[in-house]
Antibody, heavy 130, light 107 residues
Framework: QVQLQESGPGLVKPSQTLSLTCSVSGGSINSGVYSWSWIRQPAGKGLEWIGRVYPSGSTNYNPSLKSRVTISVDTSKNQFSLRLSSVTAADTAVYYC??????????????????????WGKGTTVTVSS | SYELTQPPSVSVSPGQTARITCSGIALPGQYGYWYQQKPGQAPVLVIYKDNERPSGIPERVSGSRSGTTVTLTISGVQAEDEADYYCQSTDSSGTVAFGGGTKLTVL
């Protein structure tokens, strides 16, 4: 069974860069049908998708965070990482990493990509405070 | 931005049927997905591709779709089903969107 584990500092100062790593065990990160995502959840609020990385290193980001986000992958270590720059208190949240199943759907003679998260890490709390 | 709309709360008595809707799924070409989240825990996928159940999810949990609205149905609700439920889909650029979440209360 694939398991994911987030790690990184639990406290980050405002204006600094938040850095987290997700370690994947029980399976290879280098799979053709999975991408790897970060999602966050402020206390008492809903889920927000941050972005994804493919084993090739290609990325997609949430447009609302794109200017501050970098997600990278290290296939040799079976890990992927999140960096979020210029953080403020609004970035305080539980951060989850997840395995994302993706594929293609042919409909009305066009192909559409679909994505969903089938395995999640337990999450790590990051607080932005001086 | 891509928005999915869910009711903030649904309440049912044990043994009854709970239905949670999610509107705004894009057409054509996108599916709806559902996650269950209990307090202090990570979300768990309970329905994928509108109506498919992952292994380990009981048969009383089902999904359906009508147009741009997907519905999560839990039959014979039990106390253990009390949780937050989130729908999810994707826009044409691959950006993932979540609904605001629905708190299911078992009376």
């Amino acid at each position: 069974q694939v398991q994911l584990q987030e790690s990184g500092p639990g406290l980050v100062k405002p204006s600094q860069t938040l850095s987290l790593t997700c370690s994947v065990s029980g399976g290879s990160i280098n799979s053709g049908v999975y991408s790897w995502s970060w999602i966050r959840q402020p206390a008492g609020k809903g889920l927000e998708w941050i972005g994804r990385v493919y084993p090739s290193g290609s990325t997609n980001y949430n447009p609302s965070l794109k200017s501050r986000v970098t997600i990278s992958v290290d296939t040799s270590k079976n890990q992927f990482s999140l960096r979020l720059s210029s953080v403020t208190a609004a970035d305080t949240a539980v951060y989850y990493c997840a395995r994302e199943r993706f594929g293609q759907l042919l409909e009305q003679r066009s192909y559409y990509h679909f994505y969903y998260m089938d395995v999640w890490g337990k999450g790590t709390t990051v607080t932005v405070s001086s | 931005s891509y928005e999915l709309t869910q009711p903030p709360s649904v309440s049912v008595s044990p043994g009854q049927t709970a239905r949670i809707t999610c509107s705004g799924i894009a057409l054509p070409g996108q599916y709806g997905y559902w996650y269950q989240q209990k307090p202090g825990q990570a979300p768990v996928l309970v329905i994928y591709k509108d109506n498919e159940r992952p292994s380990g999810i009981p048969e009383r949990v089902s999904g359906s779709r009508s147009g741009t609205t997907v519905t999560l149905t839990i039959s014979g609700v039990q106390a253990e089903d009390e949780a937050d439920y989130y729908c999810q889909s994707t826009d044409s650029s691959g950006t993932v969107a979540f609904g605001g979440g629905t708190k299911l209360t078992v009376l």
